[in-house]
């Protein structure tokens, strides 16, 4: 009875030392710096139009040629990271983003600023999305919702303090000296914390978290779907889809919803809160749409959250007082925010682990469109008819179509492959 008892408290505090924990934080940190440098774009704005004179236009354009970039380097990361594992591939991100910002502190020329802030800091911030949620997907089988949700809550702290924190060195140091604390801060942060990273529980002779398979069993990370073979079937398509709606739901809220603010009169500090309030809520929103999804299932989770996000967009639509906006800012950034939460999750169950980071990659390209063609288009839909009611009713279109689309997602078996 003795000997039984050792043996449950050793598998006790095995269950509590798991290594699934420091994958998380890991992942955590490193996702929180990069998107928390990634968004600090704008307070290096006035410095460059100071010193060099160039248009906003101009220098904006560095920060389009980073997403497209990132779009584009985030497929082959994410293959990469099915390959060779996530340690190689976030060392090599990390060099091009901190390098990127250490030689950003040189530029003299607009194609160096292109060069460094463009290309090479686009390329270091591919590998710290997708193959960062496809690995913490691997690690966990239950809790694997809520895992996902504090680890997308990773992106909006460090958008919440990194941008803050450069502004006061700008600041004190001005912005050349700032670029080699940020690059510096980046390298010894982020490589560090990415030789902790492990592909597989296999790589340990662990099982993911709630994997009930014996041991010895053939192990769930070997199961599932080809990239090749995922891209034949609806599902794939129709969870593309979803990211696109739900990445065009949210932009259109972050470059529109303060300006719009401010045309109801709302004074330009009121109105920028409005933001920061649906960005601070997104943190604790991600981490309860991932408790509630893995209570409820991811899809549910998702529908719920595409409710709310409607009902934002209603209140926002039908109020111009100061309290009705702040309240859909509130709403907007624990749902609205929240539905990303439910991507990954969802395609793992949908296609399994076998090449999960890839196709993840693939269908997030869908979100990289849908966050580029929103502000653009419901701007565009301002400048014609003066309003941003139409734009706001094309968002709510959106939102329908996507909770349609997520209604209709069912699991692989159940549907006939394209």
């Known amino acids: 009875m003795e000997g039984r008892c050792i043996i ?21 940190v490193i996702m929180a710096m990069a998107w928390g440098a990634n968004r600090s774009f704008g307070v290096f704005l006035e ?3 100071n010193e060099f004179g160039w248009s906003r236009t101009t220098i904006s354009g560095a920060f389009t040629l980073s997403m497209i970039v990132l ?33 950003m502190s040189r530029v003299t020329h607009i194609w160096e600023f292109y060069l460094y802030c463009g290309v090479m800091t686009g390329i270091g911030v591919s590998g710290m999305y997708s193959p960062l949620l496809s690995l913490v997907a691997r690690w966990f089988v239950k809790r694997r919702a809520l895992m996902t949700g504090i680890l997308v809550a990773g992106p909006a702290l460090g958008i919440t303090v990194v941008p ?3 502004t006061l060195f700008i600041t004190s140091l001005g912005w050349r000296l700032s670029c080699v604390v940020l690059g510096v801060t980046l390298l010894i942060t982020i490589i560090p914390t990415a030789l902790l990273l492990k592909r597989d529980p296999d790589d340990m002779n662990l099982r993911p978290y709630g994997d009930e398979h014996r041991a010895g069993s053939p192990s769930l990370q070997l199961d599932g779907f080809t990239l090749g073979t995922a891209v034949r079937t609806s599902q794939f398509w129709m969870l593309g889809f979803i990211a696109f709606c739900s990445l065009f739901t949210i932009n259109v809220y972050v470059v529109h919803i303060v300006i719009h603010a401010i045309g109801l009169g709302l004074s330009s500090t009121s109105a920028a809160m409005l933001l920061s309030l649906a960005a601070g809520i997104s943190i604790a929103g991600r981490i309860i749409v991932g408790v509630v999804a893995d209570r409820i299932g991811n899809k549910l989770s998702l529908i719920l959250c595409y409710i709310l996000a409607a009902l934002a967009y209603l209140f926002i639509l039908s109020g111009s007082s100061m309290m009705i906006l702040y309240l859909a800012a509130v709403i907007f950034g624990a749902a609205g925010w929240g539905a990303a939460t439910t991507i990954t999750p969802l395609t793992a169950s949908l296609f399994g682990l076998r090449a999960h980071g890839t196709i993840l990659a693939h ?3 869908g979100s990289t469109i849908g966050g580029a ?9 301002y400048d014609i008819t003066g309003s941003y009611r139409y734009g706001f009713l094309i968002t709510l279109a959106v939102i329908a179509a996507a909770m349609v689309t997520t209604l209709l997602l069912k699991p692989m078996e159940e549907t006939d492959k394209l």
């Open 47 to 49: 410095p460059l139009l």
């Open 363 to 365: 269908v997030l390209v």
């Open 71 to 103: 779009g584009i380097a985030s497929l082959v990361a994410g293959k990469l990271t099915d390959r060779i594992g996530p340690k190689k591939v976030l060392i090599a991100c990390a060099l091009f983003l901190g390098s990127g910002y250490l030689l």
């Open 164 to 166: 803050f924190l450069l």
């Open 8 to 28: 449950l408290k050793e598998d006790a505090k095995k269950e509590r030392l798991f290594y699934g924990y420091t994958i998380e934080a890991s992942a955590f």
């Open 373 to 381: 063609t929103g502000p653009v288009l419901i701007g565009y839909v």
